[in-house]
Structure formats: C-alpha cells, structure tokens
C-alpha cells in the first residue's frame, strides 16, 4: 500500500521541486518502488527527472480530466529510475476545468486508488499556491512534508500553511497530517538561520526532521542536465543530505 506525500509550501522557491526529484531518487534508489507526480504547470520536477515536457503525448492534465488513464501518462525518468506522471502548461488549464468537474478535490486521489499497491511511495510536488491542484494533491495524501529555509519570511509563511492544513484535514481528508518540516538551502553562517532553526525546533520538535539540507551550488546545477541531484554528484553535501533524507523518510514511514 502507497505512502502518499505532498511537498508543499505557499512561498516560491522554498526547494519543493528539489526536494520532490531528489527524494524520489533517493528513495528508488533505496529499493523503494516510487512514483512522483508533477501537479505544477511549469513543469520543473518533470524536467528536473530528465522527462521532456515539450515531447509529452499525455500528461497529469489529461489524466486529471479523464481523457487519459494513468497508464497512458505515466513515464520512467531516464536518469532517475523512478516513475513519473509529468506536467506542462497544458495543467494550467485543469484549474479552470476542474471546477465543473464532479468530484473536483478528489480527481487525484480516485485516479491514485486502483494503482495504489503498485507504489511504496507516491510523492506530489505542489505548485506554490493554494490552488485546485494544491488541493487535490492535499486531499489525496497521507501527509504532507514542508519544505522551508530559515528566514523571517519562511516562518510567516509557514503559519498560513498550517492553517490551510488543518482546514482541509478536518473538512476533506481526515488522514492529512504534517510529517515533517525540511530545512532546506541553509547556511549555518549565518545567525539568523541558525535562530530561526532553533525557534522550529523549538516549536514543532521531532515534527522537525533531523536532516538539514545545506545550500549546495552542485543540488542547483543538476535540473539543467535533467539529473536529480543525489545522482549528478553523489559526494556532493546536498545530495548525501538527501540520501540521508531518504532514509529518514523510511523509518518515519515505519513509525506512521
């Protein structure tokens, strides 16, 4: 039976794509059977797993309105092993398109559910706002995992998406639960990093994963070869964080 995860967050370019396809990676590369799905039009983790969003016959979108079948959409990454339901611009279309769609929040989760003893792992990475889409990915999964760097404006962030969280845990999917909060692009140089690491442990306690991911110049370099990370350069501190993540990600599952 899939474990089912949403990396969400309502800020931009807080590492949800990265860590999206570098856990994916990780974790196929742990013997775990995954599967991730790219519900963000810009289409990056496709991208970033070494699919070409220009070239797809199908995507998300056409599974999403029922013109396809999972089967149908669904890919290998070529460079990371693992398999993936990509996306392009044509998602943004499913935000109009859903809404008159029976079912509208659940169209994710009833195209996961004959496909859920095929997986070990199904990761959604969402795009950086409370859409319709964000929405579906929350609906659908078991927990959702918060990455976040540890700046000021994180933190005023991160109240909003609890909130959002909550509403939807007690309204549409009552098996939603934080998992955990991902530090993420951290410089332990810099004081206020460290503050704001110290006020989130401070807070969520063991919610707070204990890996750290630094800023890591090789993690940036790697979507633009279509490689995840942990696999451009495995000595690489970013992509052994994320190896590290991976495991850690096995043994809270074990936990759950």
Do not use: W
Request: proline share 4%; aromatic share 6%; with cysteine.
């Amino acid at each position: 039976m899939a474990r089912i995860f949403c990396v969400a967050n309502q800020k931009g370019g807080v590492g949800k794509t990265t860590t999206c396809v570098n856990l994916a990676a990780a974790l196929h590369e742990a013997g775990q059977r995954t599967l991730l799905i790219d519900l963000d039009p810009q289409g990056n983790a496709t991208m970033g797993s070494g699919v070409d969003k220009r070239e797809l016959g199908h995507s998300v979108y056409h599974a999403l309105v029922g013109i396809a079948a999972l089967a149908e959409v669904r890919v290998k990454s070529p460079s990371g092993g693992f398999d993936v339901l990509p996306a392009n611009r044509d998602l943004a279309g499913a935000e109009v398109e859903l809404v008159d769609l029976e079912r509208r929040e659940t169209r994710l989760r009833d195209l996961l559910e004959p496909h859920a003893d095929d997986y070990d792992f199904i990761l959604v990475d969402c795009p950086p706002s409370l859409s319709m889409l964000t929405l579906n990915g929350l609906c659908t999964a078991h927990g959702v995992i918060i990455p976040m760097q540890c700046e000021y404006y994180a933190l005023e962030g991160l109240s909003d998406l609890v909130n959002t969280i909550k509403k939807v845990h007690a309204n549409l999917n009552r098996d939603l639960k934080i998992i955990g909060l991902l530090r993420v692009m951290y410089d332990p140089r810099m004081t206020l990093q460290q503050q704001v690491s110290d006020q989130l442990e401070g807070h969520f306690g063991d919610k707070v994963f204990t890996t750290i991911v630094p800023r890591n110049v090789r993690l940036a370099e790697a979507p633009s070869y279509g490689i995840p990370g942990v696999l451009y350069d495995r000595s690489a501190k970013g992509a052994q964080a994320y190896q590290a993540f991976a495991q850690e990600m096995i043994e809270r599952v074990r936990t759950l």
